[in-house]
């Protein structure tokens, strides 16, 4: 009987994610009348589709859950300046996953920046894209290896042809990612085609791969992707919603608490 019951439930929160989807809002009064059941039903099942994220609960009734678009590069100041604190507690549990004989990948950005100026391990091996990167760890002490290519100012990353080349050649233990972008269906994207391919080969040649990524890029599309959602584990700071809570790649930090489903 509870095998039956839930399927009867799964079966309307698909029919009123159709017509909130299909039409951006609708009402209680409209979905009990469409779906033939009372609107206490339909609060209820609002309440549960809001909580994981499906929709947004509003008063009277449900709106559609609007995907952001991001298909602008910030440049690394503006990048380091949003969600800083949380930026940080991310870049603190990445810096302690790493061990002396790992032979790790750093992509460029901003929280990849605060990772490096945390990383204590000097008896790993570093590789990046990023020059000032490879400078924080060279200052440190760590054996670390800059790959060639186009410089690109904005981002401080080396990218082309050449830097997809280079990674050809390399077999990672462990490797931290940045994204403009992440989403489950959608994967992780980035505003930039030629800075796609270095993050692509770079993840392909990793075996264990962790994405760095605010809580504000979760659900967030950019314009070029270079991994599914589910190829890495995403660390991130405290989530507004339990969609991305509930993803067993997803490990959530914040502040003392830790909370993985990996």
């Known amino acids: 009987m509870m095998e039956v019951s839930t399927t009867l439930t799964e079966e309307r929160y698909d029919s009123i994610l159709a017509i909130v989807n299909s039409e951006r809002s609708a009402t209680v009064q409209e979905l009990a009348e469409r ?15 809001d909580k994981i994220g499906r929709l947004i609960k509003v008063h009277g009734g449900a709106t ?15 990048k380091q ?47 990046t894209n990023s020059i000032s990167h490879a400078s924080v760890l060279a200052a440190k002490g760590c054996t670390v290896f800059i790959l ?13 042809s050449r ?25 992780y994207t980035t505003p930039d085609l030629v800075e796609s391919m270095v993050k692509k080969t770079a993840m392909e040649h990793t075996h264990h791969r962790y994405v760095l990524c605010d809580h504000s890029k979760l659900g967030t599309i950019s314009s070029v992707k270079f991994a599914e959602f589910g190829f ?29 489903n990996v």
Request: net charge negative.
């Open 148 to 160: 060639g290519g186009r410089v690109k100012s904005i981002t401080d990353a080396l990218v082309g």
């Open 35 to 49: 779906l033939n059941v009372s609107e206490s039903t339909v609060r209820r099942d609002l309440t549960a589709l």
């Open 81 to 127: 300046s949003l969600n800083y604190e949380e930026k940080e507690q991310i870049a603190a549990y990445a810096a302690k996953m790493i061990r002396p004989d790992d032979f790790v990948y750093i992509d460029a950005g901003s929280t990849t920046q605060l990772l490096v100026e945390k990383i204590t391990e000097l008896s790993a091996t570093y590789v």
């Open 232 to 260: 890495a584990t995403v660390i991130t700071g405290t989530l507004n919603s339990d969609k991305y809570r509930k993803c067993r790649n997803v490990v959530e930090v914040s502040g003392p608490d830790l909370h993985s």
């Open 163 to 187: 830097t997809v080349a280079a990674l050809e050649d390399y077999n990672f233990t462990i490797g931290f990612f940045g994204t403009n972008g992440a989403d489950e269906k959608h994967g």
């Open 64 to 78: 559609a859950v609007e995907l952001e678009y991001s298909t602008r590069d910030l440049s690394m100041r503006e």
